[in-house]
């Protein structure tokens, strides 16, 4: 049998039947009657030439030509609205705030500080008399989420409090003022900004550290303006 008539269902039953009949037409039915073999005999014929019929017209059919391949374009994985790049350089604030532009502050990227700035809060400045509500609506994040943006941008003041220590005062201690942080005490503040390192609450450069000295020149600098 060639190829194609194994490869159709239909020749392989109709050979099977076909033979059958012949088989029970020769041993079974001829001894008896005659007429009804030769009908049978017709049966299994017509059964065989319709399978080599099947298998011819297999052999003629064309190929079917394989789907092509989609071709997969390199999609960018979709970024998380408003997510904000990590800014591992430690700046120290200069004293004119209302130069200093409204990114200084950590946390504040690129996508929301043009959020900011088209909303007219440009600067730190800017942003340390700005209502919290409104911030919170032009970025799209919760009303303490602002208010620590707020709080951030009141030790800008500071020239000894970078954007970083900021950050461990505000998210690590609850500290929003600088009142509070005139009367803080050194070894108290430290321990919760470790913790909060610890935790992962607060992040910081690499080898960036924290000290009991350190802190108590923040607190120095709050009592004097306070």
Known sequence: MSPGLLSDKRAVVAIIIGLILAVVAYVFIRPIDRTISYVVYGVALILLVYACIMDIADEFEP?????PKPKVRDVPEPEEEHAEEYVPEV???AAELSKLPIETIEGIGEVYGKE???AGIATVADLMVADADKVAEVCDVNK???ERWIAMSRFAWLDEVSEEDAEAIVFATGITDLKTL??????????KIKAALDEGDV???AGYKFSVDQIQ???DAAKRLT
């Open 144 to 146: 303490e989420q602002a």
């Open 217 to 219: 020149t923040w607190i």
């Open 182 to 191: 005139g009367s803080a005490s050194a070894e108290d503040v430290y321990k």
């Open 203 to 205: 992040r910081v450069p």
């Open 91 to 93: 700046e120290t604030p």
């Open 63 to 67: 190929e079917a030509k394989p789907k």
């Open 116 to 118: 900011l700035k088209a």
